[in-house]
């Protein structure tokens, strides 16, 4: 029997998801997450376009007309043809202000799709100790129903011959009832939990290995990714802005053009033979006036940059007063683990001499299922204690912008 269960246990844990396995996977096939990695590509792209705009363009085309009969004085069938080369020389600095645009969009969405996978690591490992905690708690109650079953079962017997009264029958019976009721509403909730889990992780997730997350020891700030992806996307606004200038200087082309036409069923006018000609030409172009068109157009374009700066003061402040929450959360939480250890010696203490002293007479059943209760609450608070502690450390990294996979063992 002991062989069983010591199989039992070890397949449980050979086919458990430790969470560092968990996060690495999550990281790859969460939906949202593989779609911002697919939207990062997006301005390279557009970058690409604009640098491909540099080159020379070059057109052909031709024509053929055909008439029939043929009119007086005219040819019955006209053809021609051209090809033309055109190239931009100075374009006042608008495709090279683009592209830098373009580069700082790219920025902003690579560091945005990174705050993004470090929420996701928190989400998940937020989860992954609530089941957790909850499992403990439901570990707790099933411990209780084990004595409340035991219990009920003991004075039943016990007032079938009248050693005891049908009230103290009941009250246990109502103290094991309320423990079942308890029960099944945490397995909901972890149900629940569980759910969103896969959907965040991508898989369906059967059984939580044990892990754990290395407490913070001289740990530096970095600013959010969050706070990088406003700056970018600042900068990104002040070049296509800069853009917007580059109509208010010259801009040079040049061009080629080499055409040929001629006629079939000709007249005098129209005499047998194919004409050629040659046309470069070299144009500049400034504008002058236009209103205030594009200043307006700028001051609008500028006034979103202004508006994300604002938005950057707030949350750098905010980061900052996050992470000093986020370090006295730990020391509180730390606090409340001693005092829950022990009151949960105080509590195991208590219940073992009062159920002693309840099967010999000396105190109520009431007394006896205060202290069970009480043990059964101290346990579940002690190890929820210790799980809250583990979502702290992760809280903490988050705000200082690391990854928290790197922490967990």
């Known amino acids: 029997m002991k062989k069983l269960v010591l199989s039992a246990i070890l397949t449980f844990y050979a086919n458990a998801d430790n969470l560092k396995s968990i ?34 363009k070059i057109y052909i085309g031709g024509a053929y007309q055909r008439y029939n009969p043929r009119p007086l004085g005219r040819p019955g069938d006209i053809y021609n043809g051209y090809a033309k080369i055109s190239f931009n020389i100075y374009d006042g600095g608008s495709k090279k202000n683009k592209i830098e645009a373009k580069n700082f969009e790219f920025k902003s969405l690579k560091f945005e799709s990174k705050s993004y996978k470090k929420q996701l690591q928190f989400n998940v490992v937020n989860l992954y100790f609530n089941i957790k ?38 009250k246990i019976e109502a103290s094991l009832f309320n423990t079942i009721y308890q029960i099944d509403n945490i397995k909901y909730q972890i149900s629940n939990l569980k759910k969103n889990l896969n959907l965040t992780v991508g898989k369906k997730v059967e059984n939580l290995g044990d892990s754990t997350i290395l407490p913070p020891v001289n740990i530096t700030s970095d600013t959010l990714d969050t706070i990088k992806s406003l700056q970018a996307k600042s900068k990104a606004i002040e070049y296509s802005a800069k853009a917007l200038n580059s109509v208010y200087l010259p801009q040079i082309d040049i061009s080629d053009t080499y055409s040929l036409s001629g006629y079939d069923r000709y007249d005098r006018t129209h005499p047998k033979g194919d004409d050629d000609e040659n046309q470069l030409s070299l144009s500049i172009n400034m504008l002058l006036f236009d209103g205030d068109s594009v200043k307006k157009q700028k001051e609008a374009i500028l006034i979103q940059k202004l508006s994300l700066q604002k938005q950057i003061n707030y949350y750098k402040k905010e ?5 000093k929450l986020a370090f006295l959360n730990i020391e509180t939480i730390k606090t409340q683990i001693t005092s829950a250890k022990k009151s949960l010696e105080a509590a195991n203490k208590a219940f073992e001499i009062i159920s002693n002293r309840y099967h010999s007479g000396e105190v109520t059943v009431v007394d006896y299922l205060d202290a069970l209760s009480v043990k059964t609450n101290t346990l579940a608070q002690y190890k929820m204690a210790l799980y809250n502690l583990q979502v702290a450390y992760a809280t903490y990294y988050l705000y200082t912008n690391h ?3 790197e922490y967990v063992k």
């Open 133 to 170: 905690s909850l499992k403990a708690s439901l570990f707790a109650l099933e411990k209780a129903k084990e004595y409340l079953t035991a219990e009920l079962k003991r004075v039943e017997n016990l007032f079938e011959v009248g050693a005891v009264t049908e009230d103290d029958v009941k």
């Open 319 to 323: 980061q900052n007063k996050n992470i």
């Open 403 to 405: 990854e928290i996979k």
């Open 23 to 56: 996060l690495d996977y999550t990281l790859t096939h969460n939906d949202l997450s593989v779609a911002k990695d697919i939207n990062i590509k997006k301005p390279l792209l557009e970058s690409e376009s604009i640098k491909k705009d540099n080159f020379p």
